[in-house]
């Protein structure tokens, strides 16, 4: 072992980018047999912030630290920072009321249990993406840490990502872009969003793509939020909004009661709160 531990603990530090995690299976994976992890913990090569978790210590842990890990060295199940989160990561936290802190995650599937586990001051919130969208739509990227990929962040656009660099390695971390997070928050209406949050955001997303909303409208399985989408849209008159083809988006039938004691919208048979059907 005395021999072993330095050869290895040099591949770690290439293996390991500085601050990210892995898990007990991917050090097995590359190497690492328990009783060797369990020797670099106890010498303080590693740290353990979580259950069978495992980083380099190095300053405080942040959450995108965490799901950075999470799209890149552990990319299992696809999964991207969207709703509220993504649109607050692209400028627009001004709209958005201080709430308890979190950080919206949407995939196909959940992230591992150790997720809400570390010891961090938010709190993760996991939507089931395929509810919200159909397949057509696409899954979140898989990030590289090595390189920009140009390629990549065109394909991740047309499904309606952005890859974001974030922090002093430039780590690519896939958020929702504009078009697919407001959707992804208006699917949240009225139980966890307010018309009022709405309305102020879709008033400051002027510089919509309307190819890039045809397109996740036509994926969207939520009729609630491409009928309140609509309804926005009208309120503000965007540019983006005449150029989308509601005829190639299925807005189901029959009304909707959004709001109890609201105000009928009569083009798009919801109901919303008083005073906000006058534009």
């Known amino acids: 072992m005395t021999t072993q531990l330095p050869g290895k603990l040099n591949q770690l530090r290439r293996d390991l980018p500085e601050g990210l995690l892995v898990d007990a299976a991917w050090l097995s994976k590359h190497g690492y047999?328990?009783?060797?992890?369990?020797k670099y913990v106890a010498a303080g090569y590693l740290e353990r912030p979580a259950g069978r978790v495992y980083r380099k210590p190095r300053g405080a842990l942040s959450w995108e630290q965490a799901v950075i890990?999470?799209?890149t060295l552990l990319y299992r199940t696809p999964l991207a920072v969207g709703g509220r989160t993504a649109l607050a990561l692209q400028g627009y936290e001004h709209y958005l009321p201080r709430a308890t802190q979190q950080v919206h995650l949407y995939?196909?599937?959940a992230p591992p249990g150790w997720l809400s586990k570390l010891p961090l001051s938010i709190r993760f919130v996991f939507h089931n993406s395929a509810a919200l969208f159909s397949p057509e739509a696409g899954l979140p990227p898989k990030g590289?840490?090595?390189?920009?990929?140009?390629?990549?962040?065109?394909?991740?656009?047309?499904?309606?990502?952005?890859i974001q660099s974030w922090g002093q390695w430039r780590w690519p971390l896939v958020v929702s872009s504009p078009e697919?997070?407001?959707?992804?928050?208006?699917?949240?209406?009225?139980?966890?969003?307010?018309?009022?949050?709405?309305?102020?955001?879709?008033?400051?997303?002027?510089?919509?793509?309307?190819?890039?909303?045809?397109?996740?409208?036509?994926a969207c399985q939520s009729v609630k939020a491409k009928r309140l989408l609509f309804f926005f849209a009208d309120r503000h008159s965007h540019a983006w909004k005449n150029k989308i083809n509601k005829d190639?988006?299925?807005?189901?039938?029959?009304?909707?009661?959004?709001?109890?004691?609201?105000?009928?919208?009569?083009?798009?048979?919801?109901?919303?709160?008083?005073?906000?059907?006058?534009?």
Do not use: C, W
Not at 33 to 38: D, G, I, M, P, R
Not at 144 to 157: I, V, Y
Not at 259 to 264: A, D, F, H, I, R
């Open 248 to 279: 190639h988006v299925d807005l189901g039938s029959g009304k909707r009661m959004l709001v109890k004691g609201g105000v009928l919208d009569r083009t798009y048979q919801i109901t919303v709160p008083k005073g906000l059907d006058a534009v």
């Open 180 to 218: 697919r997070a407001l959707l992804e928050v208006l699917d949240e209406l009225p139980d966890h969003e307010s018309f009022e949050t709405a309305d102020k955001l879709v008033e400051s997303l002027s510089t919509l793509s309307p190819r890039r909303m045809q397109t996740l409208l036509q």
């Open 69 to 71: 890990s999470l799209q």
């Open 33 to 38: 047999a328990t009783s060797l992890v369990s």
């Open 144 to 162: 590289d840490l090595d390189r920009a990929n140009a390629a990549a962040e065109k394909e991740a656009a047309e499904k309606g990502f952005v």
């Open 107 to 109: 995939g196909p599937s």
